[in-house]
Antibody, heavy 123, light 113 residues
Framework: QVQLVQSGAEMKPPGASVRVSCKAS????????MHWVRQAPGQGFEWMAW????????KYAQKFQGRVSVTRDTSISTSYLELRWLTSDDTAVYYC????????????????WGQGTLVTVSS | DIVMTQSPDFLAVSLGERATINCKAS????????????LAWYQHKPKQPPKTLIY???TRESGVPDRFSGSGSGTDFTLTISSLQAEDVAVYYC?????????FGPGTRVELK
């Protein structure tokens, strides 16, 4: 069965960077797009990026341009989200979510979600 | 960016009764080449990841009970829970994915009356 297992909670000081991992299993990792979405405390969901694990291409929300990167290691079926220059506003639960669309076709919507990773930014 | 709004913010429903949640997009979320509405619904419970309920506005995700249904097209959409069960207490979100950035509604909290 499809599973997305994310790395554990992180606490970072302002100005630092954080990297969250998302290990996929139960399907061909390079066959489906992957999204990264976050939810700040008491807030709604905010889409950050999607990535094509097949070729490494990514599209980022304009709000995060320049301080977010999504990479992958296909040998271990893992996607990584890196967010730089953290502020307290980045305190949130970060989710990876597999897109139901296959790579090479159009982006669709998430079907499977990781369990979430809490990132706390505090001095 | 397409702005998604939901109504009501909060809904209290008795067990077995119908719950109806509305979602409105600031512009059409129909993708012209295939005429599909790029609209999804998610259920979110505390300390859990979101669960996908509906995509293409009305297609139920595999394994989702048939008491959940989605309808609408263009800019106006509805999620209906035909007979509310205790396990349906959650926050429900709509999301458009036709146009980048994909955007979510603010959520509707459903509780038992």
């Amino acid at each position: 069965q499809v599973q997305l297992v994310q790395s554990g909670a992180e606490m970072k000081p302002p100005g630092a960077s954080v990297r969250v991992s998302c290990k996929a299993s139960g399907y061909i990792f390079t066959g489906y797009y992957m999204h990264w979405v976050r939810q700040a405390p008491g807030q709604g969901f905010e889409w950050m990026a999607w990535t094509n694990p097949s070729n490494g291409g990514s599209k980022y929300a304009q709000k995060f341009q320049g301080r977010v990167s999504v990479t992958r290691d296909t040998s271990i079926s893992t996607s990584y989200l890196e967010l730089r220059w953290l502020t307290s506003d980045d305190t949130a639960v970060y989710y990876c979510a597999r897109d139901r669309g296959i790579t090479g076709s159009t982006i669709e919507s998430p079907d499977y979600w990781g369990q979430g990773t809490l990132v706390t930014v505090s001095s | 960016d397409i702005v998604m709004t939901q109504s009501p913010d909060f809904l209290a429903v008795s067990l077995g009764e119908r719950a109806t949640i509305n979602c409105k997009a600031s512009q059409s979320v129909v993708y012209s080449p295939n005429n599909k509405s790029y609209l999804a619904w998610y259920q979110h419970k505390p300390k859990q990841p979101p669960k996908t309920l509906i995509y293409w506005a009305s297609t139920r995700e595999s394994g989702v009970p048939d008491r959940f249904s989605g309808s609408g097209s263009g800019t106006d959409f509805t999620l209906t829970i035909s007979s509310l069960q205790a396990e349906d207490v959650a926050v429900y979100y709509c999301q458009q994915y036709c146009c980048s950035p994909c955007t979510f509604g603010p959520g509707t909290r459903v509780e038992l009356k």
